[in-house]
C-alpha cells in the first residue's frame, strides 16, 4: 500500500508524461509532412489531397507558421465540436457509439463520485479506527478514506449499503437511459440509410446437397416456391481463396509497373532494367517495362483462368449463397423465419454488409459447427486460466545453466556477463509481453475457428474472450496475488461463501496499485494514442524508402480503425474498478473520471480524423457493452458483499443480497426490451421504406442493382482504378472497388442514392 | 442400510400389495356398473354410450359372465396391441409421446442394466475390501455389489470410469434418437392436421393504446398494412370472467329444470314444488318448472346484457387480439417476426388452440411480466429452500402444551389421552402430507402469476418448478439428511469440490432406501394408479346422491387427465435415480426397469380407456423432458467424480471431467438441432400446405370458418346441446361446444375436414 505521498508522486510522473505526449503531439501534427498521418480520414474522402502548406519547399515539410503554434491546443475544442448527427455522418454509427461508452463512464461516474465523496468520505475518515492502531501494522491516509477504517461491526457500514443501492440504481437508470438512445440512434440510423443491398438480402447457410441439381438452381427453385412473391436473385458464394493470393500478386506487380513507368517519364533516356532473380538481386537482366508488362499479361490469363475455374467447378462452390428479396419486408421475413423442419439446412440471417462478410467461413456445416465452439470454449478456458504453463516453459527454457548443459558448445558466450544478464534480466518478462500483445490476435484467430460469418462478428466475440481474460488476469490476479490457475486451485478447494470474502478482503488493500494501473494504462495510454508513434513512424519510413507511386503513399498512410475487440475489454475493466471502488476506497473515482474524459475527447478526435472503419453493423455491439457493464455490476455487489462479511456485520450482508438479484433481473429486460433491435428487423419499418422508396423510385431495376453485391472480393479486382472512374459515370453500384469499400457508410449511401434515376424497371410483387 | 433380508421383505410386501391392486382393479373393471370410470374416454368419443351387459337388471351392476373373470389381465396385451400411429389418433399426440417417456427409461436402462450387471457387479463383488472389515462396521451384501466395495485407491475404479463413459454415450444416443423421432412425430402429426383454426391464427399482445382508435380498429389497420396481402380478420380479447360466473348459474339451473322434466314425464300427476329460499330448505312454496324457466328466463336476459356491456365498454377490451391470415404461410411469418421498433408492443406469437388458452393471462403488459416473473423467481428459490418454515411453524402451534398454555378452557380436552396422541402424533406429519399434495397446485397458482397464456405452457413452466422442488428435497434431502436449508446452509459454507464430495459419499449409502422408495412409490403407487380408487369412489358417490340427469351423470364421470406438470417431474426423479447409481450401486437399476415397465404398461392403458386431454400441444414439452435427462445425467456425473476423490483416485477424477462438458454440449447440440421444430413453423410446411389446402377446397371460406374460433368461451355457451344438434346439420364450425372441445384432436378435425364442401368463396391474397 502507498501512501498519499507515493501516490502523488506516481500522478507527477504519468500527468507529466501525458502532457508531454499532448504537447509533442501539438507540435507534431501540425507539421505538413505528418498531415497524412494525423489526418488520413479526410484524405480517404476526398476532402484533402495534399498536405496545406503555403508557398516555399521548405513549408512542405515544417510547418513554419508561428499562429499555428500558438493555438497548438485547438484540437481539443475542434474534437468536441462536430455535433452528433454530423459525426455519424462522417464516422458512421460504430464510431459514434463507441466514443459514447467514454461518455456513459462519466455519466455514471460523476454524480457517483460527488455522492461518494460528500457522504462515504466524511463517515469513512471520522471513523478513524486504523489511526488508534499502534501495533506496527502500517495504514496510511488512503486507507483512511476507505471502507477499512471503520472497523468490524461498525454501525456506519448501513451508509455504505444504501450507497450501494444508490448507485446500483443510478446506474441501472443511466444505462436503461443510454440503451434507449442508442437504440433509438440505431433505428433511425437503419431508418435513413439509403437503399444498401444488405438491406434486401440474406445469407443462407448449410444448403442440402441435392443430386439433380446445382447449388445455384436449388435456391432458385426452393425460394422461388417458399417465398413466391418476394424472392428475386440470389448470387452463391464460391470459394476463391487460392484466386485470391494470384489478385494479390498481380496488385504488386503493377504497383512496380507504375512505378517505372513514372521513372521512365521523368528520365526517358535511361534504360530501366531489372534481373528476374531473386528480389532482383541476380538473374538475367531484362527491360523492366517490358517485363512487368508479360508477368502481369500471364497473371491476368492465369487469374482468367482461375475465374473460369472456380465458379465451373463444383467443389469451389460453397453450399451457401446471398438470397436477394424485391422488398425488404420479403428479406425481413425470409431472415426471421424458419425455413424447413430440419432446423439445420437453409439457415438463413441478415446477410452483413458486402465489406462485412467474412468469406472463408460461409461454409461450414451446422455439426461441424458445434463441435467447433465446443473445442474453443475448452481452448478459452484453458488459455485464461493457463496460459502461465507455456511461458514458464519459455522462461524456464531461458535458465541458461540448463541450456549450458544440454548444449555445452555455448558455453563461452553464456558464461560472458553481458548475454548472461540480458537473457536472464529480459527474456522471461519480454515471453510474457509477446503473448499479451499476440492476445487479440490469437482470440480473434480462435473466433474465427468458431465460425462467425461477418467481421463485426468476429469482433464481438473475441471483445467477450478478452474481457474475460482481463476479468480474471487483470482484475483477479492483481487482488488476488498468484496465477490464474492457482487462483482458479484454491477457489475450488475453499468454501463457497469463502471467495467473495478472500477477494472483497483484499480489495481495499488494492487501492493504490490501482490508481497507478490507471495513470499508467489510462492517462499515459490514451495520451500515447493519440501521438500515434507507430502509424508516424511506419509512414516516414514508407515515406522515404518504399513508396513509389501515389497509390503507395496511400496504402502507406494506414489510418487503422477502432479494434472493438481489443479495445473495448480495457474500457470495461475501468467500469469494473469504478463500480467495485465506489463503495469500497471512493478516492479511486476521480482517476477514472479523468480517464473517462480524456479518452472521450481523444477518442471523438481520432475518429473524424484519423480511423476509418472496415464496415459499419449500425452498433451492432452495443448488447455486449451493456451487458459487460452489467456483468462489472454482479461482481462488484458480490465482492461488497464479501468484504462486509469479514467485517462482523452480517445483517448487512442480508441487506445486500437483493441487490445481484435486482441487477440480472435488470439485465434480463434491458434484452427483452431492447435486443431484438439489433437482432431483428421490425415488418413495420421495413414496409414503411418499401413504400417509400416505391414512391420514390417506381422504375428503379433492383435485379441489377443487386446482381453484383456479394460477389466475392477477388471477383472485382482487375485495375480498380479504372474500373472505379469507368463505373462512376455509368453505373456506380456494379463493382464496389477499395477505394469504395474503404468509406464509411453515409458516403457510400451517397453513391447510392445518386443513381435513383437509373433506367429499369421496379420488379414488384408477382401476385400468387 | 438394510440387507438384502429387508429389502426382500420391502419387495415383497409392496408387490403383494401392488399385486393386490391389480387383481382388484381386474375384477372391479369388468363390473358394468363401473364402466364409466375405467372406460370414460370411449363415452367421450361416443362409441359407447351405455355399459355392456346382457339381460337382466343384475347384470346392469355386476358382471355375471364368468368367462370375463378368467381373462382378467386381458387389459394388460390389450393395452399393448394398439398400435401408435392409431394411439396418436385416438388419444392425441401429447399422450402417445407421454407414455413414449417410460419407454424411453426401459431404452436407457435395460442396456446399462445388463452391462452393468455383466461387468460392474462381478468387479465390485470380488473386491471383497469391505468383507475383510472386522471392526464391527456392518456393512452388508448390497454394498458389496455397489461401489463401496472397492476400497480407497483401487486401480478397479478404472472400469467404472469406463462404464460411465459408455452409459453417458448410451444415453446421449438413445436420448438423441428419441429426440429425433419425437420431432418426426411432431412434424408428422403437423402435417396432416386437418385445417384448424390455430394454424392460421397468431396471438398479438401488448397492443398499444391509441387515443383515436378502439383496440379492433387499431388491429384492422396495423395488420393490414404491415401483413397487407395475408390479414385476414382479428378476434379482440375481452375480460369475461365476470360474465363467465353468470353463464355458469344458468347452467346448474338448467340441470334442475331437466330433472324436474323428468320427474314431470314419468308422474304428470304429482304436484311439483320447491321452496324459493337457501337450498331449497324455506321460503316460499312455487311451482318447481315454472319456477326455473323464469328464472332461466331472467338470467338468459342478464347474459345477454352483460354480453352487450363487455362488448360495449371499453374497459372490458384487452389490449391482446387473435388475428387470423389467409395462408398458413402468412400467420407462420407474422408468428415469427418482429412487428415494430419496439419490441415490447404488437407481440406476436402462435396462437394456441382456442381450448389451450389460458384467458385471464392475456392482457398482462410487458414490465408487469417482468416484475412478476422476478417475484415468481424469487418465492420458487424460498418455497423450494425454506418450506419446512411455515410447516414447523404449524408444527410447533401443534404442539399441545403451548396450546394449554394459551387457551386453558381447552385442557380438559387436551389432558385426554386419545386426542392428545392423535393430535401429537398425527398433525406434524399431516401438515407436511397437506402441504405436499396442494404443492403441484401451488406451483400451478405460481405459473399462472408469471403470466403464460396456454394451458399447456402453464403445465410445462410447473413441471420446471416441480423438478426442483423434488431435486432439492427429495433427491438431495434423502441423500443429505437435514432440511433444504440447512443442507443450503451447509453447503455455502463448505468448499466447492467437497460439495459433490460430501453427496457423493453419501450416494451408496442410500441405496436401499432409494429402493424401498422405489417399491413404494413407482411399484404400489402405479398399480393404486390404475384402480383410479378416488374417481371411482367420486364417481359412485355422486351417481347414487346427485346425479339427476344424462348430463349430470356424463361429468360425474371425470375421466380427468394426464397432469403432465405433476406426474412428468417423479419421472425425473427414477431417471435421475437410474443415472446416479448406474455406476455406484448397479443393484438399484432392475427395481427402475420393473417401475418402467408397469407404468408404461399401466398409463398406455389410461390414456387409451379412461384420460381425456383438455387440450393438445403436438408434444412441446419434449425439450423440456430431454433437458431434465440431461440435468440429471450431468448431476450423476458430477457426483460421480464426488465419490471418486473421495477414494482417493484422482487421476481418475481428471479423467471424468470431460463428461458434464460434453453432456452440457450434447444438450446444446440438440438444442440447436431439434429445438425450433417445437417453437417455430417452417415456411416450407406452411407453403406446401397452404397449396394442397387451396388444392381442395379452392371455395373455402375462411373468413368464416375462424369468425368465432377465438370467441371466449362464455359468448359461446347457451344451450350447448341444442346448439350441437342445431349446428351439426347446418355449420359445425361456428359455435364449439363442450362436447366438441373435450374431444381430441383427431376427432374434432374430422368434423371440420367435411366441411370442405361449405359454400362461400376462399379469400386469395389480394396483389398489392
Redesign the interface.
Known amino acids: 500500500m502507498g501512501s498519499l505521498n507515493d501516490i502523488g508522486v506516481a500522478a507527477g510522473i504519468n500527468i507529466l508524461s501525458a502532457v508531454g505526449f499532448l504537447l509533442v503531439f501539438a507540435v507534431v501534427r501540425i507539421q505538413p509532412i505528418n498531415d497524412r498521418v494525423y489526418f488520413p480520414k479526410w484524405y480517404l474522402k476526398g476532402t484533402r489531397s495534399s498536405p496545406r502548406h503555403i508557398g516555399n519547399v521548405l513549408s512542405k515539410f515544417v510547418n513554419a507558421d508561428v499562429s499555428t503554434y500558438l493555438r497548438f491546443l485547438n484540437w481539443m475544442p475542434a474534437a468536441l465540436k462536430m455535433p452528433e448527427p454530423e459525426l455519424i455522418e462522417h464516422a458512421g454509427l460504430d464510431s459514434a457509439v463507441y466514443v459514447r461508452i467514454y461518455l456513459l463512464g462519466l455519466k455514471i461516474f460523476v454524480p457517483i463520485t460527488v455522492l461518494a465523496f460528500a457522504v462515504l468520505v466524511p463517515v469513512n475518515w471520522t471513523s478513524a479506527t486504523l489511526g488508534d492502531d499502534e501495533e506496527g501494522l502500517s495504514y496510511d491516509q488512503i486507507d483512511k478514506l476507505s471502507i477499512s477504517n471503520l472497523g468490524p461491526g461498525s454501525k456506519r457500514f448501513w451508509v455504505h449499503i444504501g450507497m450501494a443501492y444508490v448507485f446500483t440504481f443510478w446506474t441501472f437508470y443511466v444505462l436503461y437511459h443510454e440503451y434507449k438512445v442508442i437504440t433509438t440512434m440505431r ?1 433511425h440510423f437503419l431508418a435513413n440509410q439509403n437503399r444498401r443491398p444488405d438491406q434486401f438480402t440474406v445469407l443462407v447457410r448449410n444448403i442440402p446437397v441435392d443430386p439433380d441439381e446445382t447449388v445455384g438452381e436449388h435456391v432458385e427453385h ?1 425460394f422461388a ?3 413466391r ?1 418476394h424472392y428475386l436473385s440470389h448470387q452463391v458464394a464460391y470459394n476463391a481463396n487460392a484466386l485470391a493470393s494470384l489478385v494479390k500478386k498481380k496488385k504488386g506487380l503493377q504497383n512496380w509497373l507504375v512505378y517505372y513507368e513514372n521513372q521512365h517519364a521523368k528520365n526517358p533516356e535511361k534504360e530501366l532494367t531489372i534481373k528476374t532473380g531473386l528480389w532482383g538481386l541476380w538473374g538475367e537482366k531484362v527491360d523492366a517495362l517490358q517485363h512487368y508488362k508479360t508477368t502481369i499479361e500471364e497473371l491476368c490469363k492465369q487469374e482468367d483462368e482461375g475465374r473460369q475455374k472456380v465458379i465451373s467447378d463444383p467443389k469451389a462452390i460453397m453450399p451457401a449463397a446471398f438470397v436477394s428479396f424485391n422488398s425488404q419486408w420479403g428479406a ?2 425470409c431472415a ?6 430440419n ?2 439446412v ?1 439457415l438463413t440471417e441478415w446477410a452483413p454488409e458486402p465489406r462485412d462478410v467474412y468469406w472463408p467461413n460461409l461454409a461450414i456445416p ?2 461441424e459447427l ?1 463441435i467447433r465452439r ?1 473445442i474453443m ?2 481452448a478459452l478456458f484453458f488459455l485464461t486460466f493457463f496460459f502461465m504453463v507455456p511461458i514458464a516453459l519459455v522462461q524456464s527454457v531461458a535458465n541458461l545453466d540448463d541450456i549450458e548443459r544440454v548444449l555445452p558448445f555455448l558455453k563461452p558466450i553464456i558464461e560472458r556477463n553481458g548475454p548472461r544478464s540480458v537473457i536472464q534480466g529480459f527474456l522471461p518478462g519480454i515471453a510474457l509481453k509477446i503473448f499479451l500483445i499476440f492476445l487479440p490476435t490469437i482470440l480473434m484467430a480462435m473466433s474465427k475457428i468458431e465460425g462467425h460469418v461477418s467481421l463485426s462478428g468476429l469482433e464481438r466475440k473475441t471483445a467477450s474472450k478478452y474481457f474475460l481474460f482481463i476479468f480474471v488476469n487483470v482484475f483477479l490476479g492483481s487482488v488476488v496475488a498468484g496465477t490464474a490457475f492457482q487462483q482458479l486451485n484454491s ?9 467473495p470474502e478472500t477477494i472483497g478482503e483484499s480489495i481495499p488493500m488494492k487501492a493504490t496499485f490501482f490508481i497507478t494501473y490507471i495513470m499508467v494504462d489510462g492517462w499515459a495510454g490514451i495520451a500515447a494514442e493519440v501521438l500515434r508513434l507507430k502509424p508516424l513512424i511506419m509512414f516516414h519510413i514508407k515515406n522515404t524508402f518504399l513508396v513509389r507511386t501515389e497509390q503507395d503513399r496511400e496504402q502507406a498512410m494506414d489510418p487503422g480503425s477502432l479494434e472493438f475487440g481489443s479495445t473495448e475489454p480495457r474500457i470495461q475493466l475501468y467500469f469494473l474498478l469504478g463500480l467495485v471502488y465506489a463503495v469500497v476506497t471512493p478516492i479511486i473515482l476521480p482517476f477514472i473520471i479523468v480517464f473517462f474524459g480524456l479518452a472521450y475527447l481523444v477518442f471523438r478526435h481520432q475518429i473524424i480524423n484519423v480511423y476509418n472503419q472496415q464496415y459499419e453493423s449500425g452498433a451492432q455491439f452495443w448488447p455486449d457493452v451493456h451487458g459487460r457493464i452489467v456483468t462489472a455490476l454482479v461482481i462488484s455487489q458480490i465482492l461488497l458483499i464479501g468484504l462486509l462479511s469479514t467485517q462482523e456485520a452480517d445483517q448487512s450482508t442480508v441487506a445486500l443480497l437483493p441487490l445481484p ?1 435486482l441487477a440480472i ?1 435488470f439485465h ?2 434491458c434484452k ?6 439489433y437482432i ?6 421495413a ?1 414503411v421504406k418499401d413504400t417509400l422508396q416505391r414512391a420514390n423510385d417506381p422504375m428503379l431495376n433492383l435485379r441489377e442493382y443487386l446482381k453484383d453485391a456479394y460477389v466475392h472480393p477477388v471477383f472485382r479486382s482487375g485495375d480498380i482504378y479504372e474500373l472505379l472512374a469507368m463505373d462512376e459515370e455509368e453505373n456506380p453500384h456494379l463493382v464496389a472497388t477499395k477505394r469504395r469499400s474503404r468509406m464509411t457508410t453515409p458516403v457510400d449511401s451517397k453513391f447510392s442514392s445518386s443513381s435513383g434515376t437509373n433506367e429499369g424497371e421496379f420488379s ?2 408477382r ?2
Chains 1, 2 share one sequence.
Do not use: D
Request: hydrophobic share 40%; glycine share 2%.
Open positions: 433505428l426452393f416456391v417458399n417465398h412473391e425481413a421475413v426471421q423465419t424458419q425455413q424447413t423442419s432446423p439445420t437453409w451446422f455439426v458445434s465446443l470454449a475448452v477457489f475450488i478447494h475453499q468454501s463457497t461463501n469463502k471467495i438479484v433481473w434480463y429486460v427483452g426490451r431492447f435486443e431484438p433491435a431483428k428487423f421490425p415488418l413495420q419499418e414496409m414488384r410483387p401476385p400468387s
